[in-house]
């Protein structure tokens, strides 16, 4: 099947820093890749869709100069949440659709990565 | 409209029994309705998928019922074993987009 990988699995950070998040599909070209963030016992909220090579399209409500998207090649998109506080930790986790993968309606998930912001 | 309305919030089955759990969607333009399942601190794993043009889709133990009259489409666990206890979610998207919706999920305990 599809698989995504993401790094870091986790991080810790002090307030004020900016963390990095990479997100990979391993063995298919993810025409689209999608963000999302989940709180404990809650469902995912999509943040992001982002399109290799354009602008990503932000949800309402998420602030795209503090979470910022990179979609640089049809394996690798990358989430960088800027000026890190207390209230963006939280699990982001990314996912990635179309291409060989399938049906373009098919998204394949991340593991996840755990964000804690000190 | 954007809704994906998910039920029940949790369920407690027996080991060898059958989990159901159900959901239901307002948009008619909803076209994939696919079950992810996720363990504690994991990413959600796509378990199975179906369309509007069937109403039955089986894949090992897991069986999907899909209703388009009513809107409603549910997950079957047959013979439910200790390790499917999970969080299920439901979800739709239209085709144009790709974008998910996802239910709220139900947490699974399977009780040994």
């Known amino acids: 099947g599809a698989v995504v990988s993401q790094h870091p699995s986790w991080v810790i950070c002090k307030s004020g820093t900016s963390v990095k998040i990479e997100c990979r599909s391993l063995d298919f070209q993810a025409t689209t890749m999608f963000w999302y963030r989940q709180f404990p016992k809650q469902s995912l909220m999509l943040m992001a869709t982002?399109?290799?090579?354009?602008?990503?399209?932000?949800e309402q409500g998420v602030e795209k100069d503090k979470f910022l998207i990179n979609h640089a090649s049809l394996t690798l998109s990358t989430l960088t949440v800027t000026s890190a506080h207390p209230e963006d930790s939280s699990f982001y986790i990314c996912?990635?659709?179309?291409?060989?993968?399938?049906?373009?309606?098919?998204?394949?998930f991340g593991p996840g990565t755990r964000l804690t912001v000190l | 409209q954007q809704q994906v309305k998910q039920s029940p919030q949790s369920l407690i089955v027996q080991k060898g029994g059958i989990s159901i759990i159900n959901c239901a969607y307002e948009?008619?333009?909803?076209?994939?309705f696919p079950w992810y399942q996720q363990f504690p601190g994991k990413g959600p794993a796509l378990l199975i998928a179906i369309r509007p043009d069937v109403s039955e889709k089986k894949e090992g133990r897991f069986t999907i019922s899909f209703n388009k009259s009513a809107k409603q489409f549910s997950l079957h666990i047959m013979d439910s074993q200790p390790g499917d206890s999970a969080t299920y979610f439901c979800?739709?998207?239209?085709?144009?987009?790709?974008?998910?919706?996802f239910g709220a999920g139900t947490i699974l305990r399977v009780k040994s």
């Open positions: 948009n008619t333009a909803f076209d994939y």
């Open positions: 979800a739709a998207s239209m085709e144009y987009g790709n974008k998910l919706v």
């Open positions: 982002s399109n290799e090579g354009s602008k990503a399209t932000y």
């Open positions: 996912s990635g659709g179309g291409g060989l993968a399938g049906s373009t309606d098919t998204q394949y």
